[in-house]
């Protein structure tokens, strides 16, 4: 398994002030706009990415990270293996993405998904 990006989330209430922020004024692409969620890097290096959100989608909290994966079964096998407890999911989520939550060791609530 090897990972694909890893993305920050960040939650706000308004993500006009991020469109402004990181559109207008830094230049980056807007990415993906689901309209609880939306995501701003590069379209020529998908390696940079920040997301401001709402919700988590399907009503979940926010995660702290979004980490992309090839092979979502083999890191579900490997979470799973090691005892640590899945949070939500796995589930495909009707925008086209497989996902599940999972905490680090530092509480920090990590989305663990693939396209």
């Known amino acids: ?11 706000t209430n308004d993500i006009s002030k991020a469109t402004f922020f990181y559109k207008e004024i830094l230049g980056l692409d807007q990415l993906m706009d689901l309209g609880w969620i ?24 926010i995660p702290d990270l979004s980490i992309e994966v090839d092979d979502l079964n083999e890191a579900l096998m490997r979470v ?14 009707p925008w086209g993405v497989k996902r599940f939550y999972v905490r680090d060791p ?10």
């Open 1 to 11: 398994m090897n990972v694909k990006r890893i993305v920050a989330n960040i939650e």
């Open 106 to 115: 530092f509480g920090k609530l990590i989305n663990i998904l693939r396209h």
């Open 80 to 93: 799973r293996d090691a005892g640590i407890p899945i949070e939500y999911g796995p589930t495909d989520e």
């Open 38 to 61: 939306s995501t701003y890097g590069s379209k020529q290096k998908s390696s940079i990415q920040i997301s401001f959100a709402s919700q988590g989608g399907s009503n979940t909290p």
